[in-house]
T-cell receptor
Framework: ETGVTQTPRHLVMGMTNKKSLKCEQH?????MYWYKQSAKKPLELMFV???????ENNSVPSRFSPECPNSSHLFLHLHTLQPEDSALYLC????????????FGQGTRLTVV | AQSVTQLDSHVSVSEGTPVLLRCNYS??????LFWYVQHPNKGLQLLLK??????LVKGINGFEAEFKKSETSFHLTKPSAHMSDAAEYFC?????????FGTGTRLLVSP
């Protein structure tokens, strides 16, 4: 248990559905992240939040919409996804955004059908 | 910009034999370096970290890594592999703004 909890662990959704991924950290960290991990590809950083403010958006399609209501919670809202969006989505947190070690959740395995 | 290169996509060892996972980094200043492990369908777990203190870093589960500035390397080792060590391992460098991940090395352990 790393102190970062993601729900759900598994999600199957159709291309017209709207769903949300949730992440909660209990470590008192100030930074939170969404990563995408696809088979045979390097880990992709999607979004970075520092003190609830988005500081980085790495050219992620608008069908992915992050939300950070407070420093302990992070959401990823999904709508009109494509099959190629199927992947393991990992949430992480760190003390700050200065490249300190990150602590990861267990991930949500997303399948788009 | 900082980068890491994991030299092997797969490493196969027998249980009880030593493990060596290789990592080279590129950095314009003294970096922070990490090794993470990921078991199937799980998140990444921090194994160990180097932050400019001792060059030989000990981590969890018997793993250690040595920072060698002259070789720009940060190889991960373990004297004796266990079946439970089978997983994917990521070498990571910090560029003071974010973590930069290597492409990973899959460790296979046979009985």
């Amino acid at each position: 248990e790393t102190g970062v909890t993601q729900t759900p662990r598994h999600l199957v959704m159709g291309m017209t559905n709207k769903k949300s991924l949730k992440c909660e950290q209990h470590l008192g960290h100030n930074a939170m992240y969404w990563y995408k991990q696809s088979a045979k590809k390097p880990l992709e950083l999607m979004f970075v939040y520092s003190l609830e403010e988005r500081v980085e958006n790495n050219s992620v399609p608008s069908r992915f919409s992050p939300e950070c209501p407070n420093s302990s919670h992070l959401f990823l809202h999904l709508h009109t996804l494509q099959p190629e969006d199927s992947a393991l989505y990992l949430c992480a947190s760190s003390q700050d955004i200065r490249g300190t070690e990150a602590f990861f959740g267990q991930g949500t395995r997303l399948t788009v059908v | 910009a900082q980068s890491v290169t994991q030299l092997d996509s797969h490493v196969s060892v027998s249980e009880g034999t030593p493990v060596l996972l290789r990592c080279n980094y590129s950095s314009s200043y003294s970096p922070s370096l990490f090794w993470y492990v990921q078991h199937p369908n799980k998140g990444l777990q921090l194994l160990l970290k180097y932050t400019s203190a001792a060059t030989l870093v000990k981590g969890i589960n018997g793993f250690e890594a040595e920072f060698k500035k002259s070789e720009t390397s940060f190889h991960l080792t373990k004297p004796s592999a266990h079946m439970s060590d089978a997983a994917e391992y990521f070498c990571v460098v910090s560029d003071l703004q974010k973590l930069v991940f290597g492409t990973g090395t899959r460790l296979l352990v046979s009985p």
